[in-house]
């Protein structure tokens, strides 16, 4: 199973988004789904060390990890956390270009399946293409 | 003379206590084009890096750097901690075990640091960055390496300083401040600004002996 990871500079946008992508996605405890947000002292930031130790913990339960950030130092951080990886672990990991929500939601459905990583994240990256409305 | 790792360590009590001198300065820099929050990130940064590092014997730059590396960021939140980290963990990879370096030494270690924040922010000279300073500064000392070391370092912080300037009619192409397009031309970039700071502190590091 490919396992999910939400990346954002807000703790509780990364537990909103999580919960959003975990219960809405009909995922439910079969995809491994976690967020992580917020720096050090728990304010708004990221952490390099967070996202490391998470990792850390899903890799060992999961084929493979999607990582998906919000913007700017999240995207730097979760690069720097994976090149903080052992080789053969960074290969099972992937740096999502999708927006985060929608991002995480497709990630989860796609993976729910048991789709291989790079079928996960291929899912996520169509979200950039769902259409909310004409403007 | 060769650059040793007192001086390393001396070099970061320096950077320390320019950025704890300097953070509103770079914290109104960063108002300008970003969140605000650079001065006050770095500072937080060096503080906990001279706790961990303050007191402890080091018997080459590899030791010292890694512990620098890995403080600033799990420490500093913004895009200045993965930015810096990597920085100083590919700048302590390439010198080791080493515990004394030339110029030409540093330069090549300066040269896989900058390397290292090039990839991670996927940044070219000219996008108003760190790379900025860092890259004419590493021009410098390694063109003048093989002649007097204090004049090649002289040389850097000198070209870093223009660097910096340069970075004021820039267009940002990364980071926070990309987001302002147009309205990011006419301010001087923090991170090159801190940049200058750090090679200005190995400097004088080095010329204090």
């Known amino acids: ?24 996605s009909g995922a439910g405890d079969d995809v491994p789904i976690v967020g992580v947000g917020g720096n050090d002292t728990g ?56 927006p985060i929500l929608e991002g995480a939601m497709m990630a989860a459905v ?12 291929n899912s996520a990256k169509e979200a950039r293409d769902l259409q909310k409305s004409d403007h | 003379m060769a650059f040793t790792v007192k001086m390393a360590i001396a070099a970061m009590e320096k950077f320390n206590a320019v950025i704890e001198e ?12 970003g969140d605000a929050d650079h001065g006050i990130n770095m500072n937080r940064g060096m503080k906990r890096i001279m706790e961990k590092v303050r007191g402890k014997e080091y018997a080459d730059f590899g030791g ?22 990597t920085f100083f963990m590919k700048f302590g990879q390439k010198l080791g075990t080493k515990s004394e370096a030339s110029a030409g030494e540093m330069a090549d270690a300066l040269q896989e640091g900058l390397a290292g924040v090039m990839s ?12 900025d300073s860092l890259e004419p500064a590493l021009r410098a000392l390694k063109e003048s390496a ?8 002289n040389k850097a912080v000198a070209e870093a300083e223009k660097g910096v300037e340069a970075t004021i009619p820039m267009l940002a192409r990364r980071g926070r401040s990309s987001y302002l397009g147009e309205r990011s031309i006419g301010h001087q970039d923090p991170g090159a600004t801190s940049s200058l700071y750090l090679i200005s502190c190995f400097r004088d590091a080095f010329l204090e002996g």
Do not use: N
């Open chain 1, 1 to 24: 199973m490919i396992g999910i990871m939400v990346v954002s500079h807000s703790a509780d946008a990364a537990k909103g988004i999580r919960d959003i992508a975990a219960g809405m």
């Open chain 1, 43 to 98: 304010g708004l930031g990221v952490s390099v060390g967070k996202i490391f130790d998470a990792l850390s913990e899903i890799l060992p339960k999961s084929d493979g990890v999607l990582i998906v950030p919000d913007l700017g130092s999240s995207i730097l951080s979760s690069r720097t956390a994976v090149g903080l990886l052992p080789p053969e672990d960074a290969a099972r990991v992937i740096i999502s270009d999708a």
């Open chain 1, 110 to 121: 796609e993976a729910s399946g048991g789709s291989d990583l790079a079928a996960v994240a």
């Open chain 2, 22 to 33: 300097k953070k509103e300065y770079l914290t109104d820099l960063d108002s300008a084009i």
């Open chain 2, 64 to 85: 010292i750097f890694r512990d620098v590396a890995m403080t600033i960021m799990s420490v500093v939140g913004g895009s200045a901690g993965p930015l810096y980290g």
């Open chain 2, 120 to 131: 991670l922010g996927k940044s070219a000279p000219g996008d108003k960055t760190m790379v």
């Open chain 2, 146 to 153: 093989d002649g007097d070391e204090a004049a090649a370092w």
